[in-house]
C-alpha cells in the first residue's frame, strides 16, 4: 500500500531542494530571452510597430520648449524625447531608449514596494531565493511583451499606470498612506501618454463598485480624481487655452482618406471570420477604398452597438475567439499564477485573511473587466499589448496571496511557474 504522506514529504522535500537551481535557471533563460528581444526590437534599423509618428515629431521638432510639449501628441513622452535628443540625435534611438528606461525604474519600483511593504519571506531561511522569486516574476511579466523595446508611448503610459494602481490599491484596502497628490500625478502622465489607459481606469472604478461599493465616494479616491484632472488640465494647459481642447495621442486616419479605423477593423474582422484572408493578414486604407468602390451598396456598421445588433453571429464568435485566445495568453505570460488566483477563493477559508481574500477578488475583477472591455473594442482581433497594466498587476497580487498558502505549497507554486517558463523556452528553441 502506497504511504500518501510519505510520499508528499519526499515530493515537498525535492521541490525545496530545486527551487533555488530553478530559480537562477529561470533567470538565465529570461536574460538571455532579453538580449535576443534587444537585438531584433531595439536594435532594429526599421520601425517597430507604430514607432513613425513618433520618430517623425523629434526628427521635426529639435529645439525644445513648454508650449510646443503641451500641444504636443503624448506629451510626458514628447517631453522627454526632446530634451533627450539633444543629446543623442537618434530619433529612432531617443524613443528606444525612453521606452527601455521606463521599464527599468518600473521594475525597480515594483520590487523595492513589494519588498518594503509587502514582504515576507517566501522560502523560510532563505532571503536571497525569496527575493530572486519575487524578482523573476515580476520582471519576466512585466518584460514578456518587449514594449520595453519599442519606441512608442505605450510603456511609458504603464510605467506611470501601475505604480499609481498599486499605491492607490494600497491605500484602499489596506489603509497606506500614500500621497493622492502623487497617484493623481501619475494618473495624468498615463493618461496624457496614452488615452486607452482610461479602459483600465473605468475597469479599477468599476471593480471598486462591485467589491469595495463604500470606497468609490471616499475622500481619498475624490482627491485622487480631482487632482487627476487637475494635472491633466496643467499638462494640456496651452491647447485648453488656445484651442479649448485637450491633446490625446489616438491613431487616426485622415477624414479626406474616406475611410476610418473602425471601418478598417470591421472589414478585417468580417474577412477573417469568413475565411477570405488569414488573420495574419492586415489590411490598409487603400483595401478599404477599393472593397468600398468594388462594393458600393455595403453599408458599414456606425459603431459598436450596429455591429452587436446587425452581425450578432461575427460579433459573438470575434469575442469568443478573442477569449480563448486570451486565456492562452494569460496562462502563457503567467504560467500558473494565473489559474492560482482563480481558484484561491476556493482554497482560502473565508474568514481566514479578509483584506488578502478580498484584494484577489478585485484583482480578479479588475483583469477580467479589463480584458471585457479591450475585447469588445477592438472588433477584429486584440493586442495582448493592452492589457499590460492589468498582467503585472494581477502578478504582483498573486505573489502577495501566495503568502497566505503554507511554505510547502508555494514552492510547488513558484517551482511550477518557473518549470513551465523553462518549458516554453525548450519549445520555442525547438521551433527556431
Request: hydrophobic letters at 55%.
Amino acid at each position: 500500500m502506497i504511504d500518501i504522506n510519505r510520499f508528499k514529504n519526499i515530493f515537498f522535500k525535492i521541490n525545496t531542494q530545486s527551487i533555488t537551481m530553478l530559480a537562477m535557471l529561470f533567470l538565465f533563460i529570461n536574460a538571455y530571452l532579453q538580449v535576443l528581444f534587444f537585438n531584433q526590437t531595439f536594435m532594429n534599423v526599421g520601425a517597430n510597430a507604430d514607432e513613425t509618428a513618433y520618430r517623425e515629431f523629434l526628427n521635426t521638432n529639435s529645439d525644445f520648449s513648454f508650449s510646443l510639449v503641451s500641444n504636443a501628441q503624448a506629451q510626458p513622452y514628447a517631453f522627454f524625447g526632446l530634451l533627450l535628443n539633444k543629446f543623442f540625435q537618434d530619433a529612432q534611438f531617443t524613443n528606444r531608449l525612453i521606452s527601455l528606461i521606463s521599464a527599468v525604474f518600473l521594475l525597480l519600483f515594483l520590487f523595492r514596494y513589494y519588498k518594503k511593504q509587502k514582504f515576507t519571506n517566501l522560502i523560510q531561511g532563505n532571503p536571497f531565493v525569496s527575493n530572486l522569486i519575487v524578482f523573476n516574476i515580476l520582471s519576466s511579466v512585466l518584460l514578456v511583451l518587449s514594449c520595453h523595446f519599442v519606441g512608442t508611448s505605450d510603456m511609458i503610459s504603464v510605467a506611470f499606470a501601475l505604480p499609481a494602481f498599486i499605491l492607490l490599491t494600497e491605500v484602499l484596502f489596506y489603509k497606506k498612506q500614500h500621497s493622492v497628490i502623487i497617484i493623481g500625478l501619475l494618473f495624468a502622465l498615463s493618461f496624457t501618454s496614452r488615452p486607452t489607459f482610461l479602459i483600465s481606469l473605468a475597469a479599477y472604478l468599476l471593480s471598486i463598485v462591485f467589491i469595495m461599493r463604500k470606497q468609490l465616494f471616499s475622500k481619498q479616491l475624490i482627491f485622487v480624481g480631482l487632482f487627476f484632472v487637475a494635472f491633466t488640465a496643467l499638462i494640456n494647459f496651452n491647447p485648453i487655452v488656445n484651442q479649448g481642447k485637450i491633446v490625446l495621442d489616438i491613431k487616426t486616419i485622415a477624414e479626406e482618406t474616406g475611410t476610418s479605423w473602425f471601418e478598417m477593423n470591421y472589414l478585417m474582422a468580417k474577412k477573417w471570420d469568413a475565411g477570405e484572408i488569414p488573420t495574419t493578414q492586415w489590411l490598409s486604407s487603400d483595401d478599404i477604398i477599393q472593397y468600398k468602390k468594388e462594393h458600393p451598396d455595403f453599408i458599414f456598421p456606425k459603431n459598436h452597438l450596429d455591429i452587436l445588433v446587425n452581425d450578432t453571429g461575427m460579433f459573438t464568435r470575434q469575442f469568443f475567439r478573442m477569449f480563448g485566445m486570451s486565456m492562452y495568453s494569460s496562462s502563457r505570460y503567467m504560467y500558473v499564477l494565473f489559474p492560482f488566483l482563480i481558484l484561491f477563493p476556493f482554497l482560502k477559508k473565508k474568514e481566514e485573511d479578509l483584506v488578502v481574500n478580498k484584494t484577489v477578488y478585485f484583482t480578479l475583477s479588475f483583469y477580467f473587466i479589463s480584458l471585457f472591455i479591450f475585447i469588445v473594442s477592438a472588433i477584429k482581433l486584440m493586442e495582448f499589448r493592452w492589457m499590460h497594466i492589468a498582467i503585472v498587476f494581477y502578478a504582483f497580487y498573486a505573489i502577495n496571496a501566495a503568502k497566505t498558502i503554507s511554505e510547502n505549497k508555494r514552492t510547488v507554486l513558484f517551482n511550477s511557474v518557473f518549470v513551465i517558463g523553462i518549458l516554453f523556452f525548450i519549445l520555442k528553441m525547438l521551433k527556431g
